[in-house]
C-alpha cells in the first residue's frame, strides 16, 4: 500500500512559466515532507521540507504547499528553467522511517 | 568533504551469487537507510538503522541483510541473488530529531542479476 503517491508520472512546462507537481500522503502520522530532486545517474538531492505544523514555505523559486486535511502537498517552481528537467520525488516522515513516493519527470521546454 | 560513498557503481551478478554492496558516510549521521529504485516505483525503503547497533525493516526488506557496526558504514546483503533484484540502489544519511531532517544521497549503484 503505497503511503505517499504522485498520481502524474510527467510533467512538461514553456520556460518561464509554472511547474506544479503534487503529491498526496494517507498517513496523518507523518510530522515532516520534503521534496527531492534527481538528475539521471546521480542520486537524489534535497530541495524543500516543509513541518506538518506549517503550511507553506518558500525558498527562492521553490515553494511547498502542505493541506493537511486534504493530505495534499504540492511544489511550485516559479519561474521554471531548463535546468529544472529533473525527477521530482515528494517524501514524508513518519516513525523516523522517509517514505518516498513513486516521481514526476519534469521536462522545462526552452 | 565525502558524504555517502557507494562501492560499486554498477554490478552484474548470476541468479544465486551473493554480494555486499557498500556505505559509507562521514558526517557522522546517525540515520541510515537502503533505497532501491525501479521505473514506476520511485524509491522504495529496503532497510534503515537508526544508530550502530539497531537496523529495522523498511517497505521492501525480503532477499536483502543489513548490520550496523560501526556510525559510518551500512553495508547491504544480497544472500543469493534473484532478477527481481535488478535495480538502481541508494545509500542514505542523515541526522535524526525533528528539525536535522534531510537526507543525503549516495551516487548509487546499478545491479543486474542474470
Known amino acids: 500500500d503505497q503511503q505517499v503517491k504522485q498520481n502524474s508520472p510527467s510533467l512538461s512546462v514553456q520556460e518561464g512559466r509554472i511547474s506544479i507537481l503534487n503529491c498526496d500522503y494517507t498517513n496523518s502520522m507523518f510530522d515532516y515532507f520534503l521534496w527531492y530532486k534527481k538528475y539521471p545517474a546521480e542520486g537524489p538531492t534535497f530541495l524543500i521540507s516543509i513541518s506538518s505544523i506549517k503550511d507553506k514555505n518558500e525558498d527562492g523559486r521553490f515553494t511547498v504547499f502542505l493541506n493537511k486535511s486534504a493530505k495534499h502537498l504540492s511544489l511550485h517552481i516559479v519561474p521554471s528553467q531548463p535546468g529544472d528537467s529533473a525527477v521530482y520525488f515528494c517524501a514524508a516522515r513518519g516513525t523516523g522511517k522517509l517514505i518516498f513516493g513513486q516521481g514526476t519527470t519534469l521536462q522545462v521546454k526552452p | 568533504n565525502a558524504g555517502v560513498t557507494q562501492t560499486p557503481k554498477f554490478q552484474v551478478l548470476k541468479t544465486g551469487q551473493s554480494m555486499t554492496l557498500q556505505c559509507a558516510q562521514d558526517m557522522n549521521h546517525e540515520y541510515m537507510s537502503w533505497y532501491r529504485q525501479d521505473p514506476g516505483m520511485g524509491l522504495r525503503l529496503i532497510h534503515y538503522s537508526v544508530g550502530a547497533g539497531i537496523t529495522d525493516q523498511g517497505e521492501v526488506p525480503n532477499g536483502y541483510n543489513v548490520s550496523r557496526s560501526t556510525t559510518e558504514d551500512f553495508p547491504l546483503r544480497l544472500l543469493s541473488a534473484a532478477p527481481s533484484q535488478t535495480s538502481v540502489y541508494f545509500c542514505?544519511?542523515?541526522?535524526?530529531?525533528?528539525?536535522?531532517?534531510?537526507?543525503?544521497f549516495g551516487q548509487g549503484t546499478r545491479l543486474t542479476v542474470v
Open positions: 542514505a544519511s542523515s541526522r535524526t530529531g525533528r528539525k536535522n531532517t534531510e537526507a543525503f
